[in-house]
């Protein structure tokens, strides 16, 4: 069966969502947020209600299929926490030789991860949308967390300060005994207090960036350098391996492409990737989606540069039949602007 486009979909969404908000007398902002956040990011794969096969790329999943968010029985018992860490996470490894996985970590590649793409404060909104697609409601008190870093960033600064200033005076102290004494200033007289400012600032630093994080999408205005991606001709077959696995156990990239007609389809089908996707760009995009094209569905899912390496060198494979007769090998210099369907 031939998918709905996404603009039809999307409409079909919001109005089901709009009517949902209506009838329920949830038209808050955070509702509102949730509800916007959910379409674009979660309703092709969770389909807009949130029941199985619903959303159009759920039959083309591999196995396990996402699940049935409308099952109070089961949602119920997860709570708001278990929610927010399975869409807020690192991606594991999940193929042979790769990560150990605890019985409380999440480990199916095909959920991405949004922790790289979106702030805590909307994945809040998503999992308080969740919640009232099986019909409860979101305990956690995130304005409550808000003041909570707000009040921890000003308690850091305080510190800080406090810490300067025993710093600056142990300082000045030793430089006044060693002037008096006619010798060089021990440093070991303030070591002490020096280590406690720079402890201070690395506390000031995490507080700065929790609250960062609450407020604000951590990939945003974030550009990614040209990659160096020399490899050595002997360690070729070995990377591209590793770029397989970490496509398919890792990163759960067939849960939107296709390879072979095997995978998704929120993304294009990359059997020809090797042809169409200049390496350089397939680097950067895999890095940071969003700086290439800020309305993508495709999240950021914290690809280290050894692992986005990886995964670029095994796309430059992908080179299906059908290619002209005699066309170089050689991918655009230039990618669609646009690289999702």
Same mark, same amino acid.
Request: hydrophobic share 35%.
């Given at each position: 069966?031939?998918?709905?486009?996404?603009?039809?979909?999307?409409?079909?969404?919001?109005?089901?969502?709009?009517?949902?908000?209506?009838?329920?007398?949830?038209?808050?902002?955070?509702?509102?947020?949730?509800?916007?956040?959910?379409?674009?990011?979660?309703?092709?794969?969770?389909?807009?209600?949130?029941?199985?096969?619903?959303?159009?790329?759920?039959?083309?999943?591999?196995?396990?299929?996402?699940?049935?968010?409308?099952?109070?029985?089961?949602?119920?018992?997860?709570?708001?926490?278990?929610?927010?860490?399975?869409?807020?996470?690192?991606?594991?490894?999940?193929?042979?030789?790769?990560?150990?996985?605890?019985?409380?970590?999440?480990?199916?590649?095909?959920?991405?991860?949004?922790?790289?793409?979106?702030?805590?404060?909307?994945?809040?909104?998503?999992?308080?949308?969740?919640?009232?697609?099986?019909?409860?409601?979101?305990?956690?008190?995130?304005?409550?967390?808000?003041?909570?870093?707000?009040?921890?960033?000003?308690?850091?600064?305080?510190?800080?300060?406090?810490?300067?200033?025993?710093?600056?005076?142990?300082?000045?102290?030793?430089?006044?005994?060693?002037?008096?004494?006619?010798?060089?200033?021990?440093?070991?007289?303030?070591?002490?207090?020096?280590?406690?400012?720079? #402890?201070?600032?690395?506390? /000031? %630093?995490? $507080?700065?960036?929790? @609250? +960062?994080?609450?407020?604000?999408?951590?990939?945003?205005?974030?550009?990614?350098?040209?990659?160096?991606?020399?490899?050595?001709?002997?360690?070729?077959?070995?990377?591209?391996?590793?770029?397989?696995?970490?496509?398919?156990?890792?990163?759960?990239?067939?849960?939107?492409?296709?390879?072979?007609?095997?995978?998704? #389809?929120?993304?294009?089908? /990359? %059997?020809? $990737?090797?042809?169409? @996707? +200049?390496?350089?760009?397939?680097?950067?995009?895999?890095?940071?989606?969003?700086?290439?094209?800020?309305?993508?569905?495709?999240?950021?899912?914290?690809?280290?540069?050894?692992?986005?390496?990886?995964?670029?060198?095994?796309?430059?494979?992908?080179?299906?039949?059908?290619?002209?007769?005699?066309?170089?090998?050689?991918?655009?210099?230039?990618?669609?602007?646009?690289?999702?369907?």
């Amino acid at each position: 069966m031939k998918a709905a486009p996404l603009y039809v979909t999307g409409v079909v969404g919001a109005l089901i969502g709009i009517g949902a908000l209506v009838a329920g007398g949830c038209a808050n902002e955070q509702q509102a947020k949730g509800h916007e956040l959910y379409g674009h990011y979660c309703s092709h794969c969770h389909g807009d209600s949130g029941r199985q096969n619903e959303g159009y790329n759920w039959s083309s999943m591999p196995d396990p299929k996402p699940k049935d968010l409308t099952n109070k029985s089961e949602m119920s018992t997860l709570k708001d926490k278990d929610i927010f860490d399975t869409i807020y996470r690192d991606m594991k490894d999940t193929g042979e030789g790769g990560d150990e996985i605890g019985d409380d970590e999440f480990g199916v590649p095909t959920m991405p991860s949004f922790k790289y793409t979106l702030s805590e404060d909307e994945i809040w909104a998503i999992v308080g949308y969740v919640r009232g697609l099986h019909g409860t409601k979101l305990e956690f008190n995130v304005e409550e967390r808000k003041k909570q870093l707000a009040a921890a960033l000003v308690t850091a600064q305080g510190n800080l300060e406090q810490a300067t200033k025993t710093y600056e005076e142990a300082e000045k102290k030793a430089n006044e005994e060693a002037e008096k004494k006619n010798v060089d200033v021990d440093d070991a007289a303030y070591a002490n207090e020096l280590a406690a400012m720079a #402890k201070a600032k690395k506390e /000031l %630093d995490a $507080a700065q960036a929790g @609250l +960062n994080n609450f407020t604000a999408r951590p990939g945003k205005g974030v550009s990614i350098a040209r990659p160096d991606l020399t490899v050595k001709p002997a360690d070729v077959p070995k990377l591209v391996e590793l770029g397989k696995r970490y496509y398919e156990d890792k990163y759960g990239c067939n849960g939107c492409h296709a390879i072979g007609g095997e995978g998704g #389809k929120v993304g294009p089908a /990359l %059997d020809r $990737a090797g042809f169409r @996707l +200049n390496p350089t760009w397939v680097y950067r995009w895999l890095k940071n989606p969003q700086a290439m094209n800020a309305e993508t569905r495709m999240p950021a899912l914290g690809l280290s540069d050894a692992d986005a390496k990886a995964v670029t060198m095994y796309l430059t494979t992908l080179r299906a039949a059908g290619n002209p007769e005699g066309s170089s090998n050689k991918p655009e210099e230039a990618p669609p602007a646009k690289p999702e369907s």
